[in-house]
């Protein structure tokens, strides 16, 4: 083997191990990689084969719920047709900030500054919050919900429907 290919296939295997090295995309206020915010559910339905939630008492062709099989713990809103949020409440994918599930509220303030709006959470006992971050105000952003000891739970990417904590309901 010539010295020109065997320099070319360890530049090549750096490459592929730098990239497998990076993980999944991270949540953003636009979405998650290609799923995005405000792309039409059933291109959605169609490219992550989400599961669309029917007769549960809560969907309706206004808003619902959809899982995500193989991403347990992963929730795509849509309403009227639209991909509005995406939700996270288990272990797993970040946001481009680096936190997520798990993280602490004082990690989410290092992350986010003084941007970030504090607010008592409405159903978990105090001093639970929510934490949201605007990245463009009032439009898209990201808002983490925490427990009484300061642990996020679950958070959401998207736009205003982040504020819906009742997601469908």
């Excluded at 009032?138 to 736009?159: I, N, Q, W």
């Amino acid at each position: 083997m010539s010295l020109r290919r065997s320099v070319l296939i360890a530049f090549i295997a750096l490459v592929a191990a730098s990239t497998a090295a990076a993980g999944p995309a991270p949540l953003t206020a636009e979405g998650w990689g290609k799923l995005r915010i405000g792309m039409r559910e059933r291109d959605a339905v169609r490219l992550f084969h989400l599961k669309v939630s029917r007769n549960d008492g809560v969907s309706s062709d206004e808003c619902r719920e959809d899982a995500w099989p193989g991403h347990p713990g992963i929730w795509v809103m849509a309403q009227q047709g639209r991909v509005t949020r995406i939700s996270v409440t288990a272990d797993g994918p970040r946001t481009d900030k680096h936190v997520g599930v798990g993280s602490r509220e004082a990690d989410i303030a290092r992350a986010y500054g003084p941007a970030l709006i504090v607010s008592e959470h409405s159903y978990e006992e105090a001093p639970a919050h929510y934490l949201t971050a605007w990245a463009v105000k009032g439009r898209r952003g990201v808002r983490f919900e925490t427990d009484r000891l300061g642990k996020v739970t679950a958070f959401h990417v998207g736009d205003r429907s982040i504020e819906d904590i009742e997601g469908c309901l």
